[in-house]
């Protein structure tokens, strides 16, 4: 589920999808993001530099913060190391938690303009090397 946010103070949303039968791995940072990831709800804080959150807590690889208007275009973008999951709950935009690498320079966000939010995992597979799949998005405006 997509859902526009005001950023005039906290949004909720749930987010619900249908996940490849991997996800049923466990909640590990080699492993993938388990069945924890299945429904997740996302909180963006207000203003330019939000806070990230997610429920369940468990581990991402990355998260991409994208314009609405022009979609390939990355705003900011974190990953944590190689097949890892080590991404955990609470980020802020612009800040690079220990452990993991943004995209610089960090691009100011706009004030009444939409962003998308998308979180991804590393999922791992034993017939192949694994592969980074898009979880979940949620729009929002600051």
Request: proline share 9%; glycine share 12%; aromatic share 8%.
């Amino acid at each position: 589920m997509t859902v526009l946010w005001h950023a005039s103070g906290r949004h909720r949303a749930s987010a619900r999808g249908t996940f490849l039968a991997l996800l049923s791995a466990g909640c590990g940072e080699a492993l993938g993001p388990g069945p924890c990831l299945d429904g997740v709800s996302f909180e963006v804080g207000p203003g330019t530099q939000p806070t990230f959150d997610w429920r369940p807590a468990c581990g991402i690889n990355g998260l991409t913060v994208r314009t609405i208007e022009s979609p390939s275009a990355t705003v900011w973008a974190l990953s944590s190391p190689s097949t890892s999951n080590a991404l955990r709950p609470r980020v802020q935009y612009g800040q690079v938690p220990r452990g993991a690498t943004g995209l610089e320079p960090v691009s100011p966000l706009v004030g009444g303009s939409g962003y998308r939010l998308t979180l991804y995992a590393w999922i791992a597979n034993p017939l192949t090397s694994g592969e980074l799949k898009a979880l979940d998005s949620v729009d929002f405006v600051p």
